[in-house]
């Protein structure tokens, strides 16, 4: 198991329980953000407002949403992709203050804390996922991002960013 690994759900004889159709291998990251902080999480023009979240390295396929924790405050646009096409993962979300807590980031109109295991499409990734804020500072509130990935190349991995 990688270190950054969730504890796996095991079956009776103690083994890992699998899914035919999701990875075991796991990764978060909660983000919290505080625009009016300069070079914080939210500073639309700060070091971070264009930085990875995940380090991927080699081939791997991925999957991810973002899961609202604290309400977001600040009028910003948010978005993640990768480096050079920033919503590619997860559509922009046009005014930051509609997403609440509970609600699930996987879209570009967050809605519900309920939704159909359809909506975390799959991707083949070689590059780090990256978290984008423009037009606005995004003051307050967090985003706890969920990674399932399966490597393809033999260095495949997906891990935390430093940020």
Do not use: C
């Amino acid at each position: 198991m990688f270190e950054h690994d969730t504890e796996l759900p095991q079956g009776n004889q103690g083994k890992v329980a699998t899914d035919p159709t999701w990875s075991p291998l796991r990764v978060e990251k909660l983000i919290t953000f505080v625009g009016g902080t300069s070079n914080a999480w939210g500073d639309k023009d700060g070091s971070l407002a264009s930085a990875p979240i995940f380090t991927v390295t080699g081939t791997v396929r991925l999957r991810i949403i973002g899961v609202v924790e604290t309400d977001l405050a600040g009028n910003g646009k948010l978005e993640v992709g990768a480096e050079g096409d920033t919503a590619k993962l997860l559509a922009q979300v046009q005014d930051t203050e509609t997403m609440d807590e509970y609600e699930i980031y996987h879209d570009a109109t967050l809605d519900a804390a309920i939704e159909a295991s359809t909506v975390m499409g799959e991707v083949i990734i070689t590059k780090d996922v990256w978290l984008t804020t423009s037009v606005a500072d995004i003051t307050a509130g967090a985003i706890r991002f969920l990674v399932s990935w399966y490597p393809i190349s033999a260095d495949g991995k997906v891990v935390p960013s430093s940020n």
